[in-house]
């Protein structure tokens, strides 16, 4: 009979080996990277030690839920939640109800679960668990030129004439504005976006607490990834920051608009943000930004900025237990602010 306890640090070499039968040796070897980060340096980890539960046999370890623990701003109260990200069970004990066990035991002691980009046999324990699902976080595409709307599926011939016919219309929306306010990159989130949190956060209806610690751990400290990060200041204190990374995907080259914040009626502070990020997008040579946003109302600035809708297959999923919701909460994640800098959907 399973047993579930939490993770000991005398586990960490049998679930290293499980992982790397579940996920395979690369994935595993780029967890092993980001393991202590990601588990253990985050500054919302209880005192108790990571939040991992491990699926016990005897001696054997059969599978485990890996979490990250941040503080869930919903309707304006702030409540303990965890993203459930490395669930795994061995492979020949999978479909014998371990991984329901496992989500009942993680969902019984924080305040919210979520879930965000699960794969396809998570996704199926979480419709069989009746887990309120928010469906795919949209995604927005800004094309800067004209190999942005290339698909690696479509025939090279039919990639070059699309660009042909779009060029006129890229560059329009690729076009350099006026910005607005002081942005600037910085190396360190300082004390004023813990001030921005505590101004803006409540008015969201579901958002990760986006304070100084958890900004540095999140975007400064990660050991595996580097991120650049842009700060919109007026006199003196933040107003909003962007974080976006540049890579070369299949088609070209992307930059991944990974996080931002602000508050969502400060039109001009977004729009100013954005803006940065189009001159660092062109001067990396991007084809184009792509950004993943629930928030309707910097949905709408991403548009006016440029931004088109993209297909979007990163589904969010949320039980909030905490806290009353009524079932309308769940309808909609247009008040939610979730990025792809959530969760561990970046590395
Ligand atoms: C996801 C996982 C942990 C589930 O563990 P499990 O012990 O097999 O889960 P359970 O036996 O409790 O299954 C519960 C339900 O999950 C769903 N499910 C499990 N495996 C599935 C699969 N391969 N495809 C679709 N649905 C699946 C089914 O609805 C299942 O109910 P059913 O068996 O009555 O049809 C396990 O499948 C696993 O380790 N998968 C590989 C790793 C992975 O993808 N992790 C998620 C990363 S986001």
């Known amino acids: 009979m399973a047993e579930i306890d939490r993770y000991r640090s005398e586990d ?20 092993r990277l980001r393991w202590e980060w990601q588990y253990q340096r985050n500054p919302n980890v209880p ?48 479909r014998q109800g371990l991984g329901e066990m496992l989500v009942r035991m993680w969902e019984r002691n924080v305040g919210a679960a979520l879930g965000l980009g699960m794969s396809e046999s998570s996704s199926g ?13 949209p995604c927005l595409v800004k094309p800067l030129s004209r190999r942005a709307l290339r698909r690696p599926t479509w025939p090279v011939p039919i990639n ?3 660009s042909a016919l779009t060029f006129p219309f890229v560059r329009l929306v690729a076009r ?4 607005q306010g002081e942005v600037r990159t910085i190396r360190r989130f300082d004390e004023s976006f813990t001030r921005l ?28 990834v580097r991120y650049s990060v842009a700060a919109l200041y007026r006199e003196g204190d933040a107003a909003g920051y962007a974080v976006y990374r540049s890579v070369q995907e299949p088609r070209g080259r992307a930059t991944r608009l990974i996080d931002f914040f602000a508050d969502p009626h400060d039109e001009d502070g977004v729009l100013s943000l954005l803006r940065f990020v189009d001159r660092e997008a062109q001067a990396a040579d991007s084809d184009k ?18 931004y088109y809708p993209w297909r979007s297959n990163m589904e969010f999923v949320a039980r909030i237990n905490a806290v009353n919701v009524d079932a ?20």
Request: charged letters at 20%; hydrophobic letters at 40%.
């Open 12 to 31: 960490q070499r049998a679930i290293q080996l499980l992982y790397r039968r579940v996920f395979g040796q690369d994935a595993a070897e780029a967890s």
């Open 47 to 94: 005192a108790s030690g990571p939040l991992i539960w491990v699926a016990r046999e005897g001696q054997t370890v059969i599978g485990q839920y890996a979490t990250i623990p941040v503080r869930l701003s919903v309707n304006g109260a702030e409540i303990d939640a965890a993203w459930g990200t490395d669930v795994m069970v061995a492979p020949e004990r999978q």
């Open 125 to 137: 324990l979480f419709r069989k668990l009746r887990f309120p699902s928010f469906g795919p976080v």
């Open 160 to 162: 070059r004439l699309v």
């Open 176 to 179: 350099a504005r006026p910005m």
């Open 197 to 224: 949190w505590e101004r803006v956060g409540s008015e969201f209806a579901g958002a990760v607490r986006r304070d100084a610690n958890y900004l540095n751990w999140r975007y400064i400290q990660p050991p595996h």
């Open 289 to 306: 930004i792509r950004v993943f946003a629930t928030h309707a109302g910097f949905r709408r600035l991403l548009r006016k900025s440029g």
């Open 328 to 347: 309308a909460f769940y309808t909609s994640a247009d008040g939610w602010h979730i990025t792809a800098g959530d969760s561990d959907q970046d590395h």
